[in-house]
């Protein structure tokens, strides 16, 4: 597990708690909006351990709720001791995936080593090789979002939205498909504007404009009657 940024507290990345992250190195996907490439083309920095990790939070556990890991993708190099040691500290823990690892998520909520799960859906399924620029187990991303819904997890799923790239008809087929999934209504969808942070996997995404409000208030109400709640992010 290679851990090379610790943000030391976060009032964001894990709803309704003050919490840490963790960002981890590696991912399984090359997707070009992506805002992390130095956690996914090339290792620039060294790791930071685990104990330096632990140590704090056994210091700031009077002043922290939860520990949030992401990436990069997490799972796919996390180490479960060093969950369990977070665990026994007493934190909660929220893992941001890509529904990639389904068998590795399912594994951290049989062992109860996860209390809030943020999974990415990158777009309707038939779009995913396009977006991910990789060969994607599209089977593989189904059996995590059922593993999702079904953990006694809080959990959200969320996408970021490319506004020329996530149309409205693609948008109504994405939702309508984790309904299939499910079999019931979306406990909470998270629409995020793409913005322009200047950094990203793919250079060209440095030309594009922020997703606007408008279109994330379009989409909203596409998604509407296929959640229990839905958030607009930007």
Do not use: W
């Amino acid at each position: 597990m290679k851990i090379k940024h610790f943000q030391k507290t976060t009032l964001i990345d894990y709803p309704g708690e003050i919490a840490c992250t963790i960002f981890l190195f590696g991912c399984s996907f090359r997707c070009g909006f992506c805002h992390n490439p130095e956690l996914v083309l090339k290792e620039e920095t060294e790791d930071i351990p685990q104990k330096e990790v632990l140590d704090f939070l056994e210091e700031r556990k009077k002043y922290l709720d939860g520990v949030c890991l992401t990436g990069g993708e997490p799972l796919m190099n996390i180490d479960m001791e060093f969950l369990e040691k977070i665990k026994k500290l007493g934190y909660k823990i929220k893992i941001d995936t890509n529904g990639d690892f389904p068998d590795k998520l399912q594994e951290i909520v049989n062992n109860k080593l996860v209390d809030f799960i943020s999974m990415d859906i990158k777009s309707v399924f038939s779009k995913y090789p396009e977006i991910t620029n990789v060969n994607v187990d599209i089977e593989k991303i189904k059996k995590s979002v059922e593993i999702v819904h079904n953990s006694r997890a809080d959990y959200e799923f969320r996408t970021t939205i490319i506004e020329d790239f996530h149309t409205k008809e693609d948008f109504k087929q994405m939702i309508e498909g984790l309904n299939l999934i499910i079999k019931e209504k979306i406990n909470k969808f998270v629409l995020q504007g793409f913005k322009n942070s200047g950094k990203f996997v793919d250079k060209e995404y440095s030309k594009k404009s922020n997703t606007s409000e408008r279109y994330l208030e379009e989409l909203k109400k596409v998604v509407e009657p296929y959640v229990e709640k839905i958030e607009i992010r930007v």
